[in-house]
């Protein structure tokens, strides 16, 4: 897995694919119920904070480029501290991964297949994910490129089915809860950008040249951030804060408002399909992130030792995750944004301020890699 | 073998008849030759082999001619293969004491000289065997370009490529393959062009290969290429030599297997297949629009049926409703579900598709009647299937002969069915697992080093030029990185800018 290269378009086109899924399926809903109509404000305040974040990340896997979050917990903290580490980003991973799958089993569950038991929805989602992580992270990541076509064709058939029932007035009044409120309410944008976060910390040392790492992650940010943000946007000026809060798949309501022409009255079916191929990258590439985190944290060498006894894990976790979308929706409202919000800024900060005290930001760290890196 | 030629004429005529027999097409002959002062000689040949003109006019006629220098005194002796050399009218001769080679060379159609008391044999090249001559290609009709495809024979073929490429670099690297059918193999490709690592490994594959016999250059491509249980090809097939000399001058390797008409061309990746020399000799919009009809073909022959068994089955809500009263009015009285029908549809397709290829044409337009009227008109009208159906799997069997290369369209239908499958038990999320499912697979795959989904993914920005698009010709200013040939520039000005330039403009 180490020898695994991703190009920076590969890289840049990750970023989007890790955030859109979620931040426009699920987000959005939970968002508006905590802030109603500032859904949209608070949701670009998450952003600018979880924009700091990642280049703070970015900033510290510069100083170590051969090194992922784990190899650098290593370096800066030692051995056993990095095992803890590890054993960290595996749980959270795992339920990174059950959060994201379950944004696609909800969809299919409550709008497409209602009759077709859960559980073989999610068994079936995970063993195509494990197929992925089979194959390698390289294709996972190919497939970026996929995801990111197919959110922008949803993006543009979306705008052009809803822009005609847009009302600027369902904006009004802007900061309508306040601003302590929104920045409360920006809280679950990090949850999605943790996810984006940590996974570059794993995914990080495979960029192939990672010079102007900053400014690559800067622009792909603000590119997933534009994607992501006509989401809320448009949710709100179609159909109202009131109504927002209403649904857990709240994109899903947005799809049935639109209509492209007279022949296509309902095109749940082809959002679906372009929505799927970027749903999957996000959650291949936490799966992967899950297997990468116990290889490095127990020095298991053979991939298969670990993929297949994790989907033994995820499978239970992913199912009772959702099985009451009303749990999940719970969950992602608390403890779950929370805990991302405190991991993302928490491990990154921490590695980040102790590797600064013990100088080690400013050696060069190149060399480390063999040793840290399985 | 370890023997040598003894220079015993009897000795060394019994042990080629225990070597390659005494057989009806196997002929022994012994001559005199009065300018080696009568000295016995043996020509050993295979009859249907040779060139028999060439054989009495070039061989044996000038071997049996009386010497003007025989019977003068104080002659200067010419050494024996300078006399061989200088006498016989052929293309070539090789000595050789080796009787692998020996007998190598009169199973190939060489024939043989031995000389009595002389330790080593002549082989003389004079092959020549009936063969098809070069027709128009079959399987890979075009509008436009060269109606000329290879033959079952190595030498023309090579000529049709020699003839259209005339770089001094170009190579034909020979090998001999096949324990018992010893069939030619050549690599072809251009020095100074072609990436050594990548010549070196192909060449290393075949020299790998230890089989009994090679048949046809599908044997090569099974033995040669990555991911040897996938079901998609990973080397292209071509009949044509202007695409095979097109994709040697893009720097890859072509390889020719002899008695077969199709070459292989490495390495190659999935757009290949759905590219076709049309695309190049018509304006390039309409091969940037015949490709993306291609591709809309490809998603075609996949999902058609599929996606009817989808709507119909599961979410029937997504259809306009006059559509789906239109639908369910039909299917109104059918006594199988969806699924059932479309399996049944698509496994009888397949069928009338085998039986047509395979029977003479007179009686293939027969299977072709009594499919589309027994089977698709009556069905319907017996209320067995629905028309909207019959339109579903049509619609997928005729787009899947949109696409240029036989064996990635065969790979494409064969994989409707568990996409078919798939869709019949989870709708749109089977469909779109199977999707994801096959399009990764694709994505893992390589072709001697070549990810086999590029340059779509990885991104290749430089070969876009040449993959969904087909962009101007002097646009195309480099070779597709795909070979990753040596010389990657193709063109460096274009007419139009010299124009512009001569004119005084920018």
Request: charged letters at 15%; proline letters at 5%; glycine letters at 6%.
């Amino acid at each position: 897995m180490t020898k695994a290269k991703i190009s920076r378009m590969q890289y840049f086109l990750l970023i989007p694919n890790l955030l859109f899924p979620k931040a426009i399926g699920i987000t959005a809903g939970v968002t508006a119920r905590r802030v109603g109509g500032d859904a949209w404000t608070a949701m670009s305040i998450g952003f600018v904070v979880g924009a700091s974040i990642l280049l703070l990340m970015i900033l510290l896997s510069s100083k170590f480029p051969n090194l992922t979050l784990i190899g650098i917990a290593d370096q800066v903290l030692g051995k056993w501290p990095s095992k803890l580490v590890g054993l960290v980003l595996l749980i959270f991973f795992i339920i990174g991964f059950a959060v994201s799958a379950n944004v696609m089993t909800l969809h299919l569950k409550e709008y497409f297949l209602i009759e077709t038991p859960f559980i073989i929805i999610c068994l079936i989602y995970i063993l195509l994910c494990m197929y992925g992580v089979a194959l390698g992270v390289e294709n996972i990541i190919r497939y970026a490129l996929l995801g990111f076509l197919g959110c922008l064709l949803i993006n543009i058939t979306m705008v052009f089915g809803t822009i005609n029932d847009f009302e600027w007035i369902n904006f009004l009044p802007v900061f309508d809860r306040g601003l302590m409120a929104n920045i409360a309410g920006s809280i679950y944008v990090l949850g999605d950008l943790a996810l984006a976060i940590m996974a570059i910390g794993m995914i990080f040392p495979m960029l192939n040249d990672s010079n102007k790492a900053g400014w690559l992650t800067f622009w792909a940010l603000a590119t997933s951030a534009v994607i992501i943000m006509i989401w809320p946007i448009l949710e709100l000026g179609v159909m109202g804060a009131g109504a927002m809060e209403q649904y857990v798949v709240v994109c899903m309501q947005q799809i049935r408002c639109a209509q492209l022409t007279r022949f296509l009255p309902r095109y749940e079916l082809i959002m679906v399909f372009f929505f799927t191929f970027a749903t999957f990258v996000q959650s291949a590439t936490l799966y992967f992130c899950a297997v990468y985190s116990v290889k490095q944290t127990i020095s298991v060498k053979k991939d298969w030792y670990i993929v297949v006894p994790l989907a033994f894990v995820l499978l239970p976790v992913t199912y009772f995750m959702a099985r009451d979308h009303n749990d999940y929706v719970n969950f992602l409202d608390y403890p779950w944004s929370q805990i991302c919000t405190a991991l993302s800024i928490g491990i990154p900060l921490l590695l980040f301020i102790i590797a600064l005290v013990r100088g080690q930001l400013m050696k060069d760290n190149q060399s480390a890699a063999g040793s840290s890196s399985a | 073998m370890q023997q040598k030629v003894s220079g015993d004429l009897r000795k060394d005529e019994q042990l080629l008849i225990d070597t390659i027999g005494q057989g009806l097409d196997t002929e022994y002959r012994h001559l005199l030759v009065p300018a080696l002062n009568n000295a016995s000689v043996l020509i050993v040949y295979i009859k249907g082999l040779i060139n028999t003109t060439e054989l009495e006019d070039a061989i044996i006629r000038p071997l049996t001619a009386p010497s003007r220098n025989a019977n003068e005194k104080g002659a200067k002796k010419t050494p024996l293969p300078e006399f061989i050399e200088s006498t016989l009218f052929i293309a070539g001769v090789k000595q050789s004491q080796d009787w692998t080679e020996i007998c190598d060379a009169i199973v190939s159609g060489d024939s043989v000289l031995l000389i009595n008391k002389y330790d080593a044999a002549f082989i003389l090249a004079n092959r020549g065997w009936e063969s098809r001559a070069i027709s128009e290609p079959t399987s890979e009709v075009e509008i436009r370009g060269p109606k000329d495809s290879f033959v079952e024979n190595l030498m023309p073929n090579m000529a049709l490529i020699r003839r259209r490429v005339r770089d001094y670099g170009l190579r034909f690297e020979g090998m001999r393959l096949g324990d018992r059918s010893k069939t030619d193999v050549v690599m072809v490709y251009i020095e100074g062009l072609v990436n050594d690592q990548i010549l070196h490994e192909v060449r290393t594959r075949l020299q790998k290969i230890k089989t009994d016999a090679i048949m046809v250059s599908n044997y090569i491509e099974e033995f040669i290429e990555d991911s040897k249980y996938s079901i998609f090809p990973k080397m292209e097939r071509t009949e044509r030599p202007d695409k095979a000399s097109a994709a040697i001058l893009e720097g890859r390797i072509v390889i020719m297997v002899d008695n077969t008409p199709f070459v292989v061309i490495a390495p190659s990746v999935f757009w290949n297949f759905l590219q076709s020399p049309t695309d190049y000799y018509e304006k390039y919009i309409l091969g940037t629009f015949w490709r993306s009809i291609r591709l809309l073909a490809m998603f075609l022959a996949i999902s058609s049926s599929s996606a009817y068994v989808l709507l119909t089955s599961f979410h029937q809500e997504m259809l306009p409703t006059s559509l789906a009263l239109k639908i369910a009015a039909d299917r109104q009285g059918v006594p199988f579900p969806a699924a059932i029908e479309a399996f049944v549809m698509e496994v009888l397709l397949e069928v009338m598709n085998e039986a047509g290829l395979r029977l003479p044409k007179a009686l293939g337009q027969t299977v072709s009647i009594v499919g589309t009227l027994v089977i698709g008109q009556a069905a319907v009208q017996a209320g067995l299937i629905g028309p909207a159906l019959v339109i579903a799997v049509a619609t997928g069997a005729i787009s899947s002969y949109a696409i240029p290369s036989f064996a990635m369209s065969s790979a494409i239908r064969l994989l409707r069915f568990p996409v078919l499958f798939c869709s019949s038990l989870f709708g749109i999320f089977g469909y779109l697992g199977a999707v994801i499912f096959i399009t990764l697979y694709l994505m893992s795959l390589r072709s001697f080093g070549a990810p086999f989904y590029s340059p779509i993914s990885p991104f290749q920005k430089d070969d876009q030029k040449d993959t969904l698009l087909r962009l101007p010709r002097p646009q195309m200013k480099k070779r597709p990185s795909l070979a990753k040939p040596q010389d990657s520039v193709r063109q460096t000005t274009t007419p139009r800018s010299q124009n512009k330039s001569e004119e005084g403009g920018p």
